[in-house]
């Protein structure tokens, strides 16, 4: 068994950070032992321990802001966050070598407190602890974060790291400065086992899920609604995932403007998003710039139809009229839709091609291979283990 050390980030909220976390650690459970690292209590480290994983409280800071915060502003966050991830590795230090930590993994783009935590291990251990970079975010593409110290500086760290895990090639793209280094590797994340292939009777119902936020196209995915709508009137939109109630009510507002109030419902953050998704007629994955989507790839396994905005990593999962359908605009999400309602044939054969696609490349069975690969390569690679 190898002792890992897990660094991520999500607190206070279950989201597709931490899902996607207990899929790896479910995945790696006969090769790993899983040390988790979480900056805050909060949902995520309940869900964590409830699945029976040793969770660790250890305050340390993201080392990012959102985009309008102004320069001015950052400075005293970055004096503030250094010396917060200072004490954090203080406390993490005799943790690491009492439970025998052979490699850190962190878990997220949206910290870069593990190339910290490495170094300081180096300095006052002299030895080296191998450190994946686990890349799930653009960061500022898909949710308008900026790094403190500039992009210039994280994608150094990152270039730097032992190895590097994107979950798509828009993601490597984004952080890898040198795409023919080895140690920088391309694996779309683990969704699923094969054994959860699955396929429900459909309701009349469009499903957008997750965070409800701009940067995710909630508002796109209403004027593709508002478009069937008056094609198909029995149908409704239901958004799943947290929302601030301005922006819903924003949201509200704009359906009652279009006349469909009583069809959009909002139900949002839920443990378990399976029975939405699974008895969805379909799916509408309408970011502009999606890291992956972890739900297109659920939706797939559950035998729901994807319909995807044609740009991101949906492009690296989605083959239009085979797997999935996209779209590039308002009209063309629309007709889409009808074609999913209307055509039984082809709803069918886009849910078989999914299924196919979702067990070939995003199932536990299929990442569980490469990621050992990856972890016994480095492990065989560091002398100092």
């Not at 280094?181 to 086992?193: E, G, L």
Request: glycine share 4%; charged share 20%; with cysteine.
């Amino acid at each position: 068994m190898i002792n890992v050390l897990y660094i991520s980030h999500e607190t206070y909220e279950v989201a597709g950070s931490t899902f996607s976390l207990a899929n790896h650690l479910h995945a790696l459970r006969s090769e790993v032992h899983p040390l988790v690292v979480l900056p805050n209590k909060g949902p995520a480290a309940d869900y964590l321990r409830n699945l029976g994983y040793n969770v660790q409280i250890v305050p340390f800071k993201l080392n990012i802001s959102p985009n309008r915060f102004a320069w001015l502003k950052r400075l005293p966050r970055m004096v503030y966050d250094d010396w917060k991830n200072l004490q954090a590795c203080r406390i993490l230090r005799p943790i690491i070598h009492d439970s025998h930590i052979q490699m850190i993994h962190t878990n997220t783009s949206a910290t870069i407190f593990g190339s910290y935590l490495t170094h300081y291990i180096e300095v006052h251990d002299h030895r080296h602890i191998p450190h994946v970079w686990h890349l799930r975010e653009f960061l500022d593409l898909d949710f308008g974060f900026t790094p403190f110290n500039g992009w210039p500086h994280l994608r150094k760290l990152v270039n730097d790291a032992d190895a590097t895990i994107s979950i798509t090639q828009a993601v490597h793209d984004h952080f890898i400065t040198n795409s023919d280094d080895v140690r920088h590797h391309v694996i779309n994340d683990a969704v699923c086992s094969i054994s959860q292939l699955s396929c429900s009777a459909k309701l009349p119902y469009l499903l957008f899920c997750g965070k409800v936020i701009p940067e995710k196209g909630p508002e796109l995915a209403l004027d593709i609604f508002h478009t069937l709508h008056l094609k198909h009137p029995n149908y409704h939109l239901v958004y799943v995932g947290s929302v601030e109630a301005q922006y819903q009510r924003f949201l509200e507002t704009k359906a009652k403007d279009y006349g469909i109030s009583d069809a959009v419902t909002f139900k949002h953050f839920q443990t378990d998003i399976h029975p939405f998704i699974s008895q969805a007629t379909a799916l509408l994955m309408c970011s502009r710039n999606e890291a992956q989507g972890r739900v297109t790839v659920e939706a797939m396994f559950y035998g729901t139809p994807v319909i995807a905005m044609s740009s991101g990593g949906s492009l690296e999962i989605i083959s239009d009229n085979v797997n999935g359908l996209l779209f590039n605009t308002v009209e063309k999400g629309a007709q889409q839709c009808s074609r999913i309602i209307e055509d039984t044939t082809l709803a069918q054969s886009i849910i078989k091609n999914a299924q196919q696609t979702a067990a070939s490349r995003f199932s536990e069975e299929v990442y569980r291979t490469k990621m050992v690969k990856i972890y016994n390569s480095l492990l065989n690679n560091n002398s100092t283990i």
